[in-house]
């Protein structure tokens, strides 16, 4: 029992690779520059044995329970600081109750402030929404390890099973950090102080339009194929163009109706300055969220502008800009990883219900190379990040076949078959030659038949979309400053400091530090004016909860883990001082 154990704790993965922070930080940001500094002194982890019932295992998950007898040696042998348990059939927890100590082990948890999830006879749904709300209070940062066994096998434990990996790998994917946050905030005082405009929550699409056709076009390789089909039916339907793929139908001849946008560095607009005609590009809408850089939205006339659900920003203007119509704007959600997320999100949000997708290859056929159309200049004269090209993971392809991606890619394909479920009324067709995606219909663009589809008054659609489904904000400079409150950002972030300047002498008292700090913030966000606060600050410690549980289980001796802990913990102090200095700044 206990060996089985100490083989999956020791082998646990708690960081990303180095090389994530390893690039050249052009920014300046702090996060990334306080990371830097611990990737370059952090200890060298190496392969050890390590007795794992001589010291606290931060987190741990038991599939099954049967009638509970394993958790009884469970917990006798090891002291587990977070436990969570899910028993799939209820009939077994009932049985349990009659033979196995619930009662004293619930208090016993309680007694040692250890966390305790029981989870029994859910939906795979609400196994994510309770297991992430408990790791949200707990702290993100423990699930970037665990400890499990399955406590008896059976067909419900093994397809649980699946649900429960894959959740646990969705729970740390992207923590955010508090540059990102700040980045978010000014672009959307910007945006509210240039009086852009904001979808309204209550708006609505009238049926009749609702129906109308939607041509969601990425720039995946197989686009190519099908820009002659886009150009002869590009005045029957709306064309939403993704990213660079506005660039793409540009040097194709097709001028899209909206630009799709979700960056919040200033890379999207150099792009978009590759493109001569100006004029091509003031006559198309902005699409996007507040957390665009306002270079890029200069470039367009007028724009669509959604609120990015669980960014500091979209909680700052729901919370703090209520009583001039902040609470009244459309959130957005399944808008990451890549940009054509939010192009179908968008799409699906605003109410249409004929969609059809291109160039979404979410990755590429095995066999092929290019993945992005050969009309596109941007990535003939720019480098292609490497976290696109590296594609190692096999999938189904959209016709059949082997498709190539990543967990970028992989990402992108859940999240946009995320956004599908959700809009179960609308048809969605896949017209893409790469990934197959759940929800879409495969379609070559060659079997569509368009000859019934009258040509669109787009100009009256853009203007629907524009004026009707749309308001500003009417604030002023003067009370963005106020309301972004620098005493209450002050307050959050020294309650925070203060715990971490309290010294530590074993592995479980850091720990616990950590799980305290996430706490309080997550009582801090529960609370709406604070909610903002709570996003800035929240990524940046759980990243570095990340470095401080590494290093507290890095080798056998505590005096020395600790010591490395500590640096990684005193990094945070470092970032989190220059922090409050920042958002002192107006």
């Known amino acids: 029992f206990i060996s089985s154990f100490s083989k999956a704790f020791s082998s646990a993965d708690f960081l990303p690779p180095q090389e994530i922070y390893a690039e050249h930080n052009k920014f300046n940001q702090i996060h990334v520059r306080y990371m830097h500094e611990y990737h370059a002194q952090q200890a ?14 931060p987190n741990c998950i038991v599939l099954g329970v049967g009638l509970g007898y394993l958790l009884e040696e469970l917990n006798a042998a090891l002291t587990v600081l977070n436990l969570v348990i899910v028993e799939p059939s209820l009939n077994l927890l009932r049985a349990s109750l009659h033979v196995f100590d619930w009662a004293g082990l619930i208090s016993r948890f309680a007694r040692e402030k250890r966390g305790l999830l029981l989870l029994a006879g859910l939906t795979p749904q609400e196994l994510r929404w309770r297991m992430r709300d408990f790791y949200n209070r707990r702290g993100l940062f423990l699930s970037t390890q665990r400890l499990g066994f399955i406590a008896y096998e059976s067909e419900q434990t093994f397809e649980a099973s699946f649900v429960i990996n894959d959740i646990y790998s969705r729970l740390h994917w992207a923590f955010g950090f508090i540059d990102d946050g700040l980045f978010a905030l000014a672009h959307a005082c910007d945006a509210l102080l240039s009086k852009n405009r904001f979808v309204r929550a209550d708006a609505k699409l ?7 056709p939607v041509f969601v076009v990425g720039n995946g390789p197989s686009l190519d194929a099908d820009l002659s089909f886009l150009r002869a039916h590009q005045k029957q339907a709306l064309i939403f163009a993704c990213g660079t793929a506005v660039e793409a139908l540009y040097c ?16 999207q607009s150099q792009v978009l300055d590759l493109i001569p005609d100006k004029d091509y590009l003031r006559q198309i809408v902005c699409v996007g969220a507040e957390v665009v850089h306002p270079a890029t939205r200069r470039h367009f006339a007028e724009h669509v502008l959604f609120l990015k659900k669980g960014e500091p920003s979209s909680a700052f203007i729901r919370a703090r800009l209520a009583d001039v119509g902040g609470s009244q704007l459309q959130c957005i959600s399944n808008m990451n990883p890549l940009v054509g997320n939010l192009g179908l999100a968008s799409v699906l949000t605003l ?23 050969d009309v596109s200049l941007t990535y003939k004269y720019l480098e292609v990040n490497p976290a696109y090209r590296d594609l190692s993971l096999e999938a189904e392809g959209n016709f059949g076949g082997v498709a190539m991606m990543n967990s970028l890619y992989e990402q992108c394909r859940y999240e946009l078959e995320l956004s599908l479920k959700q809009h179960p009324g609308a048809r ?66 020294r309650r925070i400091l203060h ?7 074993t592995r479980r008292g850091m720990l616990e530090s950590c799980i305290l700090i996430s706490e309080v913030l997550y ?8 909610r903002h606060i709570t996003y800035l600050l929240g990524g940046t ?43 002192a700044m107006e």
């Open 44 to 57: 060298a982890i190496t392969e050890f044995d390590m007795d794992v019932s001589a010291m606290p295992v």
């Open 206 to 212: 009238p049926a009749a339009l609702a129906k109308v």
């Open 252 to 267: 194709a001849g097709i001028r899209p109706d909206m630009y799709c946008c979700t960056e919040r560095d200033v890379a």
């Open 351 to 373: 109410g249409f219900t004929e969609i059809y997708l291109f160039g979404f290859d979410c990755g590429r056929m095995r066999g092929t190379e290019k993945l992005h159309a």
């Open 428 to 493: 969605c067709c896949n017209c893409s030659q790469g990934v197959l995606i759940s929800g879409a219909v495969p379609r070559h663009s060659a079997e569509l038949d368009f000859t019934n589809y009258a040509k669109l008054d787009k100009g009256a659609l853009r203007q629907l979309l524009v004026k009707s489904m749309t308001m500003p904000l009417k604030v002023s400079r003067e009370r963005l400053l106020r309301d972004l409150n620098v005493a209450d950002f002050d307050a959050v972030a």
């Open 499 to 505: 715990v971490l300047h309290q010294p530590q002498e």
């Open 523 to 530: 009582k801090f966000g529960s609370l709406p004016q604070y």
């Open 541 to 583: 410690c759980q990243h570095f909860f990340t470095a401080v549980m590494r290093e507290l289980f890095s080798g056998p001796d505590e005096a020395l883990c600790l010591r490395y802990a500590e640096r990684a913990r005193q990094l945070l102090c470092n970032c989190l001082e220059d922090g409050r200095r920042l958002y």
